[in-house]
């Protein structure tokens, strides 16, 4: 018995949202032709783990050829593909968008239109996570920020304690197809907010100036201190801070994937703003200057360019399984905050309650303080470790990033002589 096509649609939306276009494409071909799509064996028994087929992460291979499809790690490219690949032009967003070339126009045509509200009601994106109550007297704001290099939305949550006394600022940048409140809802770090006291802000990218909702990471104008993207995302902050009572020195910022590379442009370019920086399977500033300069690095790594000059206090997690951006990227980061400096290095191997092994390398100056946190997250994807599942993108199996980048975040105040 034939599935409905709303039914079998709204599959091919959800898969698409986890990057697994090569199951979308086969859910829409069988909406098209009336065919039910055949049925998926369960993951793991209830309550365990979600099986490594089914984890909601961004892992594909990246295309051969600018504006080449996406494909399953280890699937083959179609030979249709490959045959438009030789000769056609086209447009390609990068690191998990829906980027669908070869395929029919018509199919292509879809899938672009998938996750745009409004375009085809009860088939978009799916409901997204589910509304969490706040606590009693906190906020989750709704705001806009605007400057000569654009507009954009932002959301800001305000913890119940918060009662005029200055509090720390962390300002989240989602990756790519996410939004404040996927992002949120997968960090779960409005709970951390609550537990420890401190404002979170999370900038929305907007579809018009991405059609994947990715930060423009890799565009030369969007790498510069007081110009585009980076000029909004420092107003933002910056508005936060004029119309809240923050912490002085405790300002932070922090991403995954594209949002990962747009925390670490911020950390380069506003070394006086930010006290410290986060980024999880990112790249570093300037390791792109162009489209086709971004997909070469995200496959093997982009040279960062010159950092801040001084060492920027980060923090990086990076799955060494990650087929979405090279792990080599992370050490790329460490390189661009350490500035040359010389540090002192100790490595610590263990493994989480989830089964993760990890391998954590901790640079401290000649005092003893630690700079530098690379964590390498052996076997893991392309996904914010110990996230929920609530959110998209998330490896609930551990470590938990968000936690271990507030307790950095926490040891790093920007010392008086370096502030904004």
């Not at 005029?164 to 996410?178: D, F, I, N, S, Y």
């Amino acid at each position: 018995m034939n599935l409905p096509f709303k039914t079998i649609m709204s599959e091919a939306t959800r898969l698409t949202r986890e990057g697994r276009l090569s199951d979308a494409m086969a859910a829409i071909r069988n909406a098209l032709s009336g065919t039910a799509p055949e049925p998926k064996p369960a993951a793991t028994e209830p309550g365990g783990p979600p099986a490594a087929s089914d984890a909601p992460t961004l892992d594909l291979q990246p295309p051969r050829a600018e504006g080449g499809a996406w494909t399953a790690p280890g699937g083959e490219v179609p030979q249709e593909e490959k045959q438009r690949e030789e000769g056609a032009s086209r447009t390609a967003f990068p690191q998990g968008g829906v980027m669908q070339a070869g395929m029919p126009e018509a199919l292509r045509g879809f899938l672009d239109r998938i996750g745009q509200p409004g375009v085809m009601p009860g088939l978009d994106r799916g409901p997204g996570p589910a509304p969490v109550p706040l606590p009693e007297g906190a906020r989750f704001e709704e705001r806009v920020f605007a400057n000569a290099a654009g507009r954009r939305a932002y959301k800001l949550y305000v913890p119940a304690r918060y009662d005029g006394a200055p509090l720390p600022l962390v300002v989240m940048l989602h990756g790519c197809t996410q939004s404040p409140d996927d992002f949120a809802a997968g960090t779960r770090m409005n709970e951390l907010a609550e537990e420890h006291g401190f404002l979170v802000a999370y900038p929305a990218q907007s579809q018009s100036a991405n059609a994947s909702k990715c930060w423009n990471w890799f565009n030369v104008s969007d790498q510069q201190r007081d110009q585009g993207e980076p000029s909004l995302i420092a107003g933002i902050t910056r508005e936060i801070m004029k119309d809240f009572s923050v912490e002085e020195g405790r300002v932070y910022v922090a991403g995954l994937s594209a949002g990962g590379a747009a925390a670490a442009i911020m950390g380069s370019a506003y070394p006086d703003l930010y006290a410290a920086v986060g980024v999880h399977s990112g790249l570093a500033c300037g390791a792109a200057r162009d489209m086709p300069s971004a997909f070469a690095a995200m496959r093997q790594g982009g040279a960062p360019a010159r950092g801040a000059g001084r060492i920027v206090p980060t923090i990086v997690f990076h799955g060494d399984g990650d087929t979405t951006v090279h792990p080599v990227n992370g050490d790329h980061v460490i390189v661009q905050s350490k500035a040359e400096s010389t540090l002192r290095a100790t490595v610590t191997r263990d493994r989480t309650a989830g089964g993760i092994g990890y391998t954590r390398k901790v640079e401290t100056d000649e005092s003893g303080h630690p700079m530098l946190e690379h964590w390498v997250l052996h076997g893991s994807g392309h996904a914010w470790a110990g996230g929920s599942p609530a959110g998209s993108y998330t490896d609930p199996r551990g470590p938990d990033a968000s936690r271990e980048m507030l307790r950095f975040f926490r040891e790093h105040p920007k010392p008086p002589e370096s502030r904004a």
